[in-house]
Nanobody
Framework: QVHLVESGGALVQPGGSLRLSCAASRSIFTINAMAWYRQAPGKERELVAISNNGGSTNYADSVKGRFTISRDNAKNTVYLQMNSLQPEDTAVYYC??????WGQGTQVTVSS
């Protein structure tokens, strides 16, 4: 089992940047997939980015070139660097480990 805590969400202006963090309660070295999802009001939860233990990453088309997922196994932490944020990126962002364990989410609001 692993407990996940997200942080870093905030109110930011369009074009701005944020870095989200997901701290795990134990080593993530053996966790195959660490991923970020998001859920906007009235919409289904959607996959944003995924980092596999072998080093590969994948992104939703809507965030490619703007978001970067990274994992620091030594710190048991996964990050989501978000650049060029747009109002449509507004959502609660969730971290998941192997799609089994989920954090409580962190709110990202992009607005002027």
């Amino acid at each position: 089992q692993v407990h996940l805590v997200e942080s870093g969400g905030a109110l930011v202006q369009p074009g701005g940047s944020l870095r989200l963090s997901c701290a795990a309660s134990r080593s993530i070295f053996t966790i195959n997939a660490m991923a970020w999802y998001r859920q906007a009001p009235g919409k289904e939860r959607e996959l944003v980015a995924i980092s596999n233990n072998g080093g590969s990453t994948n992104y939703a088309d809507s965030v490619k070139g703007r978001f970067t997922i990274s994992r620091d196994n030594a710190k048991n932490t996964v990050y989501l660097q978000m650049n060029s944020l747009q109002p449509e990126d507004t959502a609660v962002y969730y971290c998941t480990a192997d799609f089994m364990y989920w954090g409580q989410g962190t709110q990202v609001t992009v607005s002027s």
